[in-house]
């Protein structure tokens, strides 16, 4: 089932180097005054059931600065008089705890990664802090992820210590570095890409091969199972957010996640779902009908959302505000939706956001910033006005069509009723250009209608 489609994945990226995790870093600090302590809590693992976790996924600002996954950790950052120190406390080595549940680098190994200059056991967090904590007059530390940590501080903060009575040491700000950091992930360096890149390729055949199952009279969780067996088989880590297969009526649900159907001939599968690669999401949606032919409705539905998302990703240019994708998409969906009679308003009038008919059909963004986050972080509309796109920045483009016949609040056009029709691609803005990160899936129709297993 996979070994066909995935024979032509490119060779996957290699782990980020030395010298781009100290180029983060250096460009976090190189706005602080050197009286500032980072710290960067790592969540604690959360149990699912009894003694069984969750699986874990750390923090991603913690990644993006240390490139460290583990849990049981905290990354910090202090300026010793001459130079910014970066250190992180770990996980200890322990034989037995080894035996249990794997190998563990310890600080030592750590260490020797090169990716920051001290190490501790995380037995010694608390010292670690403490210390620190003494000699610097601002913090910065994103609260709520690690409340044993926000209590360190808030203690350092507000106890009448003898070296705060008597030296006037201390910390005395708390800030939260979450918008900094944010405004670094936003802009993609090249081994940024190449994960995401790689991420997107994984993605993109896991669809494939989901696509090539002959799907009639199957449910929706043998498709689910299909691709996010295609994440695995790939060398990917997971889906970066649960598999969204709703087959018929149920891909007119946007975040619909129960996928239990069944698959029957004429309906649209709607899959959207994406794998996460060295914490770098993808995020990919396809449709296509069961038995590998469009209906006439379903194919007027698909050319619009079609040429919505092409025209929505040449919008994708640097220098574009953020919402030019968008503003597009919506204009394009709605002269399709008036050209088939669904909308009797003028484009104008479609497209007003209070009283316009695309809004029946179409409710949702265009797309978000994509990187080691989904939905990734990054101001959209600092101080106020729509960001302008830079070359680095990695962005969804994902119009769709929804025509739910159950919704209450619409009437729904007969001929199209229960269907619903999302086409998502993950996207590098260049100075070049819009380039698309996940082209490897195909979403022509003559294209999915060769692929689809009938
Ligand atoms: N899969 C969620 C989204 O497309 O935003
Ligand atoms: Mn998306
Ligand atoms: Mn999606």
Redesign the pocket.
Known sequence: MFAGVFNDLPPAPGAFSKSEVRARQARLTSGLSTDTLILLPAPHESTRSNDVHYRYRTSSDLVYLTDWHEPESMGYAFHDGSSWVWGLCVQPKDTLKEIWEGRRLGAEGVLALGMVDRTHSIHDRDDVVRDLLQNVSRVLLRQGIDTSLDELVRVAMTERSRPRQQLGTGPVALEDPSARIAELRLRKSAEEVAMMRHAAEISARAHVAAMKLPSQGLNERHLQAVVEGGFVYGGGDGWAYPSIVGSGVNATILHYTVNNQPCNLGDVVLIDAGTEYQGYAS?ITRSWPVGGRFSEAQRELYTIVLDAQKAAIDACRVGQPYNAPHETARRVLAEGLISIGVINQSVDEALDLETGELRWWYMHNT??WLGLD?HDVGIYRPKGEPRLLEAGMVL?V?PGLYFGAWRPDVSCPPKYADIGIRI?DDVLVTEDGPVVLSDACPKELDEIEAIVGA
Do not use: A, L, P, Y
């Open positions: 995020d797309g978000h989904v969804t994902e998502e």
